[in-house]
């Protein structure tokens, strides 16, 4: 009966242990900014941050094999194509003065098109749809120790400015005339945003990682009365669903991206089924 | 002692030549109370957003307290309309409160006595027992309430309130007089209203907006019933031609 948990520390198996602790390391992460993603309204603006990646990981991939620009590694890539589209967009929403979600649609397009455009140049065999889809195989231990780094990145301004990170999310415009800085925090949300989607992009890949900052906040929005309650519950509700979904995806022979998905879509539409709040 | 506020020559367009605002000349003075009237699209929420430094003049000058709007607005307290806040924001009565004691220099989290301060706006507007509430429970009412209890945790000099009957039923809308009433003798109180009704509720000055602002002293607006106040406006153009196009308008409205 317990010969899955034997399996699970098989030698070769050292990537589905990286997921997982990967799934568990970046709940603190994924519960801050998939709660400020989903109250400020922004997961559009995060999905067209997440596609946009794939630009910067087709230039890398180009930049490295074509220009052997060695130190250009997808994932730094895939970094400066997620802020830059999470900052133009987020700027030109500030400025209000193009309609938000044009902007978005043309990033998100752009930002994709860009990245197979690189990678259709790029020579010799390139696996885009590990980008797109999540590959697991792709992870090591250096991405623990980045999962590490940014939940510190994430915990600490929290600890320090959640009054202020409440009071914006709440009513930008009132925080704004007590004084507090919104644009400021606007934009380190934004860049905090594009981080995360890179972090996750092995795991659930670009098209899905939406999915995952979004579902496991919104499930908990549900049922939570305070923003820092909402956090703390899409942080343990995410961990959740990213072990269950690895188990899933390992045990049943299926692609780990959408089964983690999955499983967080569906518990999401239960709980809007048992939703507390009333929402009229 | 310097006025509360003070415009001086003001224009103001969104779009380069074609005016929103112009050649306002307002000034309120400390403890006088005022009602902004006009009609939808007159420029009322710019008038708000000038003062309040959202938005900055083409042309002259803007003093909150004889100092730069950005720096007088930590003296106000401003209520916004409660329905273009978010409904569904996971957060409690007192903390939407407590956010009105945020300053820009105070330290990063809120003591003992920002505590008590937001408890003591919560009774004064008969709101304390559903402090603990979310805020998205409460029906419209108790959400304008709790904005203004949010307003007056500023600890405000002015008190800005935008539309604040709008959403009231008819039966919290005395109470809410009486409340205002009751603040107008702490502070400078400026209300905008679609609601001419509000107008005849003891404020000083009527200011009129529609793309230019006058100002009236309410003893020559005033009106018994609200009925009355439609033939007011007949009369008001025999006397002052230039109140016709801002205040006889805003009956439509």
Redesign the interface.
């Known amino acids: 009966m317990f010969e899955w948990w034997h399996e699970l520390w098989m030698p070769e198996l050292s990537f589905l242990r990286y997921a997982l602790l990967l799934g568990i390391l970046s709940a603190p992460v994924l519960g801050v900014i998939g709660t400020t993603v989903v109250?400020r309204?922004i997961s559009s603006l995060a999905g067209a941050s997440a596609h946009a990646a794939l630009g910067g990981v087709g230039l890398a991939l180009y930049l490295q094999r074509v220009w052997m620009w060695r130190f250009f590694s997808p994932e730094l890539g895939a970094v400066l194509g997620a802020l830059i589209a999470a900052l133009v967009v987020g700027i030109v929403s500030l400025s209000a003065s193009e309609r938000e979600d044009t902007v978005i649609g043309v990033v998100w397009a752009l930002g994709m098109a860009l990245g197979l455009l690189f990678l259709d140049r790029t020579p010799g065999y390139v696996d885009w749809q590990g980008y797109l889809f999540g590959n697991i195989l792709l992870l090591s231990s250096t991405e623990l120790y980045l999962t590490l780094a940014l939940d510190a990145a994430v915990l600490l301004p929290l600890g320090?400015?959640y009054?202020?990170l409440?009071?914006v999310?709440?009513?930008a415009?009132?925080?704004?005339?007590?004084?507090?800085r919104a644009t400021a925090i606007y934009l380190a949300v934004l860049a905090l945003t594009a981080l995360t989607i890179v972090l996750l992009m092995n795991v659930v890949g670009i098209i899905l990682v939406i999915a995952m900052i979004t579902l496991p906040a919104a499930t908990s929005?549900f049922f939570?009365?305070?923003?820092w309650?909402?956090m703390a519950l899409s942080g343990i509700l995410s961990a959740v669903f990213m072990v269950g979904g690895l188990l899933l995806s390992y045990f049943c022979r299926v692609p780990s991206g959408p089964a983690i998905v999955v499983l967080a879509g569906v518990v999401y539409l239960l709980a809007m089924t048992v939703r507390r709040?009333?929402?009229s | 002692m310097a006025p509360i506020i003070e415009l001086k020559n003001v224009d103001f367009g969104y779009v380069p030549g074609e005016l929103t605002l112009e050649q306002v000349d307002l000034t309120v003075a400390s403890g006088e109370s005022g009602c902004i009237v006009g009609p939808n699209g007159g420029g009322k929420s710019t008038l708000l957003k000038l003062l309040?430094g959202?938005l900055q003049p083409t042309r002259g000058t803007v003093r909150l307290f004889g100092l730069p709007p950005e720096e007088g607005?930590?003296r106000?307290g401003?209520m916004?309309q409660y329905h273009l806040?978010?409904?569904?924001?996971?957060?409690?009565a007192f903390?939407?409160v407590?956010?009105?004691r945020?300053?820009?220099?105070r330290p990063?989290?809120?003591g003992r006595a920002d505590r008590r301060a937001a408890m003591r706006a919560l009774e004064e507007i008969g709101m304390a027992q559903l402090a603990e509430r979310?805020f998205?429970?409460l029906s419209g009412g108790q959400r304008q309430r709790v904005l203004i209890a949010?307003a007056l945790a500023?600890e405000p000099e002015l008190l800005l309130l935008d539309e604040p009957t709008a959403n009231i039923d008819p039966g919290a809308e005395e109470r809410f007089y009486a409340l205002l009433e009751n603040l107008r003798r702490r502070m400078t109180v400026l209300t905008v209203s679609h609601d001419l009704g509000f107008v005849n509720r003891e404020v000083d000055s009527v200011i009129c907006v529609n793309r230019r602002v006058v100002k009236h002293r309410a003893a020559d607006f005033s009106a018994e019933a609200a009925d009355a106040v439609y033939h007011h406006h007949v009369s008001l153009i025999q006397h002052d031609h230039s109140c016709f196009c801002h205040c006889g308008e805003a009956k439509h409205v």
């Open positions: 109250t309204r320090l400015f009054n202020r409440l009071a999310s709440f009513d415009t009132f925080a704004q005339l007590r004084g507090v929005g939570a009365r305070h923003l309650s909402m709040k009333r929402r | 309040l959202m607005r930590l106000v401003y916004p806040l978010d409904r569904v924001f996971p957060i409690t903390e939407v407590l956010t009105g945020m300053n820009s220099w990063l989290w809120y979310e998205s429970e949010r500023c």
